[in-house]
């Protein structure tokens, strides 16, 4: 059994972890908050925003995609790369246009009669910017890198704190459980930040893992594993089209987390340079504009009829490719299309995926709030208020706590025995690289801190 003043070193040891943690990645982890709080409810958000760009009279039939296309482009003259087809007739259909200058456009049409209804830059919208912010913090890989690390942290934070929580000797719930009223100063603040983390861990853990896999190294990391392991991506598609391929999200700069490293399918270029089928640049691809409403109706013969994303080839040998993103994975479709024949190349469904990427996706889906529907949302967006009311909680008793003109963080403590949290760790940074290098690297920070404290006579001897 652990001594009293062993057990004591080991708790001053971790809470020392805790704080540096929380002080680390406090400001990411509202960021993260407030930005996923956002992206729930990003549908309804849109709606109230714009609903110009978002809702139409419904039409008996709606006009030819081409037609829609060209309508966008008309507009904003450019490169359409993509259509998002409505699920519903009262919807707008989106055109993405390149234009011939300026930033990237969404344009809004109106299917029953291809009335161009408005355009917006994504990132300028208010779920556009919290997209962008809650990924990358708008700085693209650097950012992407940040919160990933922070996610990582926020583990550690959570290891930490069930440790720091757990009732040793405390009798009855108050203060463990919910947070003692009466309680004044930091006492209120500990028991709020106990009580809120006790009730809100497992969401809190749950978000940040099934958020892991779009993050750039434990993501590809997490691709590469499933796909040696025969559980990711299915076999079949492995190496298709080599070697004129790429990866879907390479081609189409979006894709399901299965597919992201997809070789996509080529077009036969046989009649590449038949008039209307040469390589033209991006702006002027006449053809593939022309040729999207047989591809419309061969995906309506594949029972693929509404609600679908529909990218336009790009070069001589693209595909166009129609993929559903439903709420629920399991209805998830990927069809690819030759760009001349019109003919279906390959078709991938979710009962293809392996079983651990059949488990990443439905994550995802309950990670944004999708998979059933408004109690879903609520859900998720408890962990976002859980983690901000944490972050303020534990921000008033650092303050409350500390000496004026300190920082008042916990001392550092030697021959503290901690072989189990030491090799939790080490397993923990070798799942998650990034995490093991920035542990290595605090560890190094905090040995050359402490051998600076040191009176200068010890550290000569």
């Not at 990358?136 to 922070?150: C, F, N």
Request: with cysteine.
């Amino acid at each position: 059994m652990a001594t009293v003043p062993s057990l004591s070193k080991t708790y001053r040891a971790i809470w020392r972890w805790h704080f540096y943690a929380g002080l680390i990645v406090a400001p990411f982890l509202v960021i993260l908050s407030v930005t996923g709080a956002i992206y729930l409810f990003n549908e309804e958000i849109n709606d109230a925003l714009s609903p110009e760009l978002r809702f139409v009279i419904p039409r008996a039939a709606p006009t030819p995609v081409s037609d829609m296309i060209r309508a966008a482009l008309a507009a904003h003259p450019g490169a359409a790369t993509r259509i998002d087809l409505p699920a519903t007739p009262d919807r707008a259909a989106t055109v993405f246009v390149t234009p011939d200058a300026g930033e990237a456009l969404r344009i809004a049409v109106d299917p029953g009669d291809a009335r161009v209804l408005g355009s917006y830059v994504y990132e300028r919208t208010l779920v556009g910017f919290a997209d962008d912010m809650h990924g990358s913090l708008t700085i693209g890989t650097i950012g992407d890198r940040i919160v990933e690390l922070a996610a990582c942290w926020a583990l550690v934070l959570i290891a930490t704190g069930l440790y720091l929580w757990w009732p040793r000797s405390r009798k009855g719930p108050a203060g463990l459980l919910y947070p003692r009223l009466w309680a004044k100063g930091r006492l209120f603040w500990r028991d709020l930040h106990a009580s809120v983390g006790v009730w809100t861990v497992a969401l809190i853990a749950f978000l940040i893992l099934t958020g892991l896999p779009w993050a750039g190294v434990q993501g590809d990391l997490l691709k590469q594993v499933t796909a040696a392991a025969d559980i990711g991506y299915p076999a079949s598609t492995r190496g298709y089209g080599a070697p004129k391929s790429v990866p879907m999200k390479a081609a189409l700069r979006e894709a399901p987390w299965t597919l992201e490293d997809a070789p996509m399918p080529v077009s036969d270029a046989t009649h590449a340079d038949h008039p209307g089928h040469g390589l033209m640049p991006a702006m002027q691809d006449e053809a593939a504009v022309s040729g999207i409403d047989d591809i419309v109706q061969a995906a309506a013969d594949h029972r693929l009829a509404s609600g679908y994303r529909l990218f336009l080839p790009a070069g001589p040998e693209g595909v166009y490719t129609a993929y559903t993103y439903p709420d629920q994975p399991q209805g998830q479709r990927t069809l690819y299309f030759d760009r001349y024949s019109g003919h279906l190349i390959r078709e991938i469904r979710y009962a293809d995926y392996g079983w651990a990427a059949k488990a990443i996706e439905l994550g995802v889906q309950l990670h944004m709030g999708n998979y059933f529907g408004r109690a879903n949302q609520i859900l998720m967006l408890i962990p976002c208020i859980g983690i901000v009311l944490l972050v303020v909680s534990g921000v008033i008793m650092w303050w409350k706590r500390r000496p004026a003109g300190r920082l008042g963080a916990p001392p550092s403590i030697s021959d503290v025995r901690m072989k189990g949290a030491i090799a939790l760790l080490i397993i923990a940074g070798v799942v998650m690289p990034l995490l093991g290098l920035s542990l290595i690297a605090v560890f190094l920070i905090d040995l050359m801190v402490q051998q600076l404290r040191r009176p200068r006579s010890v550290r000569e001897e």
